[in-house]
């Protein structure tokens, strides 16, 4: 996907583009750049805790921000944080949600999805260890997640369960909020998901 970035919030906290235009799959795409992103994307010794602390006020401050900018629109009740064990702890999205917005009785749901190559193919991947999965999904659902993406087969793998556990449980999913520090790959997911979404809650 070709674009231009279009800035639409600029302070000191985060700065905020725009993918223009969007695609046409209808999937927005943003980028944000936070004095914590930053670093953690330009030092290769930020690591640990401090990685994870970064990466929580930076998911926080976007949040703010796209809320801000009506980009988002969540209600507690209604939000739930996927977490895809492992990539996705290191967001620490249920914690900058409550930051962002105040909140405390957002939900949590987890499955795990490690991956492992299949053969000496660098592109060939299989899910090996996928036995945990919590996931409790009310009537209406904005799901809020992020992963470290690199081949994007355990995100397709976790999406394509959350999928199933929405249409088994009669469960609506309104929208899905995704935070990556990945590959063009993720993008491509995503818009293969929200389309099986908008086939099963037109």
């Known amino acids: 996907m070709e674009a231009k970035l279009s800035a639409i919030e600029q302070s000191a906290q985060v700065s905020l583009y725009r993918a ?16 914590g992103t930053r670093q953690i ?17 930076s998911c926080a401050a976007t949040l703010r921000s796209l809320s801000k900018l009506r980009a988002v ?7 739930s944080v996927l977490h895809i064990l492992r990539g996705g702890i290191n967001f620490g999205l249920r914690q900058a949600i409550g930051k962002a917005f105040g909140w405390n009785n957002h939900a949590s749901a987890y499955i795990s999805a490690q991956r492992s190559r299949k053969s000496p193919d660098s592109e060939d991947w299989i899910i090996t260890e996928s036995d945990y999965k919590k996931i409790h999904l009310k009537k209406r659902n904005s799901i809020v997640f992020g992963d470290v993406v690199a081949t994007g087969t355990s995100l397709e793998f976790a999406l394509k369960r959350l999928t199933e556990a929405a249409k088994s449980g009669a469960a609506q999913i309104e929208s899905l909020i995704y935070f990556t520090i990945g590959s063009p790959r993720s993008h491509e997911i995503l818009a293969n998901i929200s389309s099986e979404i908008k086939k099963q809650n037109p």
């Not at 010794?45 to 994870?52: E, L, N, Q, S």
């Open 73 to 79: 629109d969540l209600k507690e009740d209604e939000t």
């Open 20 to 35: 223009e235009p969007h695609s046409s799959d209808g999937v927005p795409c943003y980028i944000a750049t936070t004095p």
């Open 41 to 57: 994307c330009n030092n290769p010794f930020v690591a640990g805790i401090r990685y994870t602390e970064l990466l929580e006020d």
